[in-house]
């Protein structure tokens, strides 16, 4: 990357081990990372802060989760979000994926399959 300026991402998680491990992972990996711990807080911050991604932590998929998804969307065109969420219920990725997330990871989080997910999405948005 040389003397570029790191990509910035949004990381919305409210569980303090978890938004600690990967902040280490993905800082280790070259991108600055900016933790707020729920979805009124990420879109606050989306307003001041561009980002280049967002992370978007699910603890309960539901409408509320779906409509801060599309809020994003609508807001912030252009901006990826990818979103993990614990339990693996295929209905309810779908559905995020037609709501416009690009991807939908399961906990626990493979945090090489997350790192991939993001450079696609990165590598897609330019």
């Known amino acids: 990357m040389g003397n570029k300026e790191l990509r910035k991402i949004l990381l919305v998680n409210n569980n303090q081990k978890t938004y600690t491990q990967l902040k280490r992972f993905l800082s280790d990996n070259r991108y600055e990372v900016c933790i707020v711990n729920n979805e009124k ?20 998929p539901d409408i509320s989760s779906m409509k801060y998804l599309g809020d994003i969307k609508k807001n912030y065109k252009g901006i990826p979000v990818i979103i993990t969420a614990r339990g693996k219920d ?13 991807a939908y990871l399961s906990d626990p989080i493979d945090f090489q399959q997350l790192l991939d997910c993001i450079e696609i999405a990165l590598f897609k948005r330019e």
Do not use: R
Request: no cysteine; net charge negative; hydrophobic share 55%.
């Open 41 to 60: 807080n990420a879109l606050q911050m989306l307003k001041n802060i561009p980002v280049d991604i967002v992370l978007l932590d699910i603890i309960t």
């Open 90 to 102: 295929e209905e309810i990725a779908q559905k995020f994926m037609e709501s416009g997330a690009f």
